[in-house]
């Protein structure tokens, strides 16, 4: 209702600007010249100082949108390699004020100074081949050394190195939900397709493979502070990418074939909530819930609850209706609390088994180490290996 | 050359003999004066309908899930019940939003209308090579507006899959509502248009190169019409491609091909595919998708070079590194298509090479800023509407541009890729440029159209509105993005996280709709100076080209009687061996006088 009230107002405020130029144009006596509709030089005086005010709403609007909203971009990187990252992207941004900063000073300025005069005459100028060759070389040699740092730092994050000792994962998307497979003690992921999706095994993993046979299938993600997590990545649906922001790393996901990303977390999720900026997001974000809950509260409705930060995965490729809501926690633990965190899981095996004998047997308690299950196969599998 | 003109007058005068029907004239036209008129209505309607999509979706971002009257009345009981938008339809409005903008309007509203206007004029022909083709070509857009517009009244929805209908999601209408018989209609739409943007394309190639009138040698092209060039080749170059993956993904949906798709569980069955890769559409999308960029801004450019150097009454500086700057930014826009895919799964080296090849744009964008700030000084700036959308036109493309460089590294697009700072970038740079390029285009070029004058003053409204607008909308929009914000989401409320951004959006939107409001001062000027326009004379803007020697009255082969013959560059303002301060193109040179290099 509200603003359906601000669209009258905008539409009256449209209406009477119209007026006041209706009025403006009576004004004007020799109205019914051709020329009428050609900027006079009143005009170019009224324009001219429009523009330098313009610079300056440029400047004041940017002095001020970094001044309230800077406060709640993202802030330090919770990953190894988001340092290199954030520090290329201030280089970059003081290259990009200072130049922002000068050419929109001299573009309104000149708008400004050298507006017209019917007195006047422009100079006849044309062309001038140093100061050509001078805005041709500056910007390459800052490019040069933008591109030298961007593909040093690139190469450092994408390529990752196979000998390197890290916690295997599968981040696995589907409409409209994330799930996270361990590799286990082999930290080898086993073999895995959307043709052997089945009851319990809904990420299609090849359970006669022998890598597959200490795979934990979780929902929510739990990584060891301090570690390299190799994450591959598969969809069995539609494109997804699978975002953690405070962690600088994106990868999408795509059915038929899969994808990695390697970052390695170094605040655990307690010691990123106790870091200063974020308390204060934190607090800052909890005053504006709690003033939208008293507003439902009044309204008969439940409040909000409070928020605590935690990390999130987030879906950032728009992958159907609910992508709005495709999300999954993340939880980066003391390396001792993960280990203790995974030993806690069942294998996906014994997952299997145990949806398989539930009929028969419910009360048959899934064994942690699969090698003790009856599964012949399996055991003969794990024996050859 | 000359002979050759001689003739087409002769056939000129031939025509003269039958007298125009309403229907050959103004709706099946040759006439490439008429077919820009019909091309810049097109556009006007479908723009009206792309804006008007942007206010709603972005009424559901600021009050999200929030009832509004006219969700309900525009968008009926199905889509918005109680008159809260559905989060599919938020996801159509937007898809829509995007194609309509970016391909109906501002590539075949912007440089359709302005091609067909200001090439024959300006190089000095009667008409284009083919009007026939010319009139097929805007009969095509035309028809693929209707469809585009027909497909959001179909039952199961418009497409939604995002202007860069990806596969699976847009091949499969398990995945997402839009992708059933929405998406067929768009990509029939798409087709229809890419046919139609080729033939406008061919045509103006062929013009541009055969019928310039005497003395009008390449680099005494007007900077329009060596923008127009470019870009059409850059279409011919392009377009086909994308109309091969349409039609791939045509095949995928509805004859079980996989060229994109494989290994699909979905709605609880696996299906058939096996072997597609849906990054091979990305590929195939960008490779026309970034180019496409260019086919939006080059025009606008071109357009913005003419109308400061005829408003600052002073050449254009660097002309020639003008004309280089555009030939370089067309080669490199077919080689920088992947940092639109550093993390679609590509190999990580691949983003290496495109990080190198995309900055290396920036150098000659840089050129051309410079080059307009530089045509500005010392200039004698006549402030009509059309240079302050020129000079507006420049502050956001250096605004817009800059961030690129942030986008363009693969190691900095890891973490705003797909985020509210794409939106930011990609707005300022191509949006609102190519729409104020558009814009002046119609200030400057509108007594040419319709022999009459629009209102300066609504002009100055219009143009300040909307510059501060602009600025207010996209420009807290790259903080909200550095936040961390995904864009598409219908809400953000499942997201705590994202609560302190809501004020940032309540303020993004107030400043879209007061700027989408006063376009109707614009449209109101538009439609009303037809009619009642204070009428034009006949170069209102003393301007040295080519269209400004033809009649007021438009006429079938432009000049009554021979076509004129060029004797200099076109910006020569401002020359002191002439009293006035413009010296058109047909003006023979002075005995001794120099040419001033350029």
Sequence with gaps: ?385 | MSAEGHDHGHDHEHEHHHKDTFITKYIFSIDHKMIAKQYLLTGIIMGVIGVGMSMLFRMQLAWPEESFKIFNILLGDKWAPNGVMANDIYLSLVTIHGTIMVFFVLTAGLSGTFSNLLIPLQIGARDMASGFMNMISYWLFFLSSVLMVCSLFVESGPANAGWTIYPPLSALPQAISGSGAGMTLWLVSMAIFIASSLMGSLNYVVTVINLRTKGMSMTRLPLTIWAFFVTAIIGIVSFPVLLSAALLLIFDRSFGTSFFLSDIYIAGEVLHYQGGSPVLFEHLFWFLGHPEVYIVILPALGITSEIIATNSRKPIFGYRAMIMSIIAIAFLSTIVWGHHMFISGMNPFLGSVFTFTTLLIAIPSAVKAFNYITTLWKGNLQMNPAMLFSIGLVSTFITGGLTGIILGDSTLDINVHDTYFVVAHFHLVMGISALYGMFAGIYHWYPKMFGRMLNKNLGYVHFWVTAICAYGVFFPMHFIGLAGLPRRYYTNTNFPLFDDLQNVNVLITTFALIGGAFQLVFLYNFFSSIFYGKKAVQNPWKSNTLEWTTPVEHIHGNWPGEIPHVHRWPYDYSNPAHEEDFVPQTVPMKEGEVVLHH
């Design chain 1, 1 to 385: 209702m509200t603003s359906l009230l601000v669209i009258i107002v905008l539409v009256l405020l449209a209406v009477a600007v119209w007026q006041l130029t209706k009025i403006f144009d009576l004004t004007q006596v020799a109205s019914t010249s051709d020329n009428s509709q050609i900027a006079t030089d009143d005009d170019n005086n009224v324009q001219g100082y429009l523009m330098f005010g313009f610079l300056a709403f440029i400047y004041i609007f940017t002095i001020y949108g970094v001044y309230t909203w800077g406060p709640l971009v993202l802030h330090t990187p919770a990953s190894e390699h988001g340092a290199l990252i954030d520090n290329l992207m201030n280089i970059t941004w003081v290259l990009i004020f200072t130049v922002q900063a000068i050419t929109q000073v001299l573009l309104h300025y000149f708008a400004f100074k050298y507006r017209g005069n019917k007195d006047k005459r422009a100079l006849y100028f044309a062309d001038n081949n140093k100061l050509e060759a001078i805005w041709s070389v500056i910007p390459a040699v800052v490019l040069a050394g933008l591109i030298l740092y961007g593909l040093y730092a690139w190469t450092n994050i994408m390529f990752i190195d196979e000998d390197e000792d890290t916690v295997v994962v599968e981040l696995y998307a589907q409409q409209f939900k994330w799930t996270a497979r361990y590799a286990g003690a082999d930290n080898v992921l086993g073999k895995a397709n959307v043709r052997l999706i089945e009851g319990v095994n809904t990420l299609g993993v090849d359970l006669s493979d022998p890598y597959a046979q200490d795979d934990i299938v979780v929902s929510e993600l739990h990584i060891p502070k301090g570690k390299k997590i190799h994450f591959k990545m598969r969809s069995q649906d539609v494109l997804h990418s699978a975002y953690f922001p405070y962690f600088r790393a994106q990868m999408n996901c795509v059915p038929g074939m899969v994808t990695e990303f390697a970052f390695t977390p170094i605040y655990t999720t307690a010691e990123y909530q106790a870091l200063p900026f974020m308390i204060e997001k934190v607090a800052n974000i909890n005053a504006i819930r709690a003033k939208k809950s008293l507003e439902l509260v009044a309204k008969g409705e439940t409040g909000l609850d409070p928020y605590t930060f935690d990390y999130l995965l987030l879906c950032n490729k728009i992958c159907g209706a609910s992508h709005y809501n495709m999300q999954m926690k993340v939880v980066v633990d003391t390396p001792e609390d993960y280990k203790k965190w995974l030993s806690e899981k069942t294998t996906l095996v014994s997952e299997v088994k145990a949806s398989k004998a539930e009929p028969a047997a419910p009360d048959a308690a899934p064994g942690k180490d699969s090698t003790l299950t009856k599964d012949t196969a399996a055991v003969a599998k794990i024996a050859m290996k």
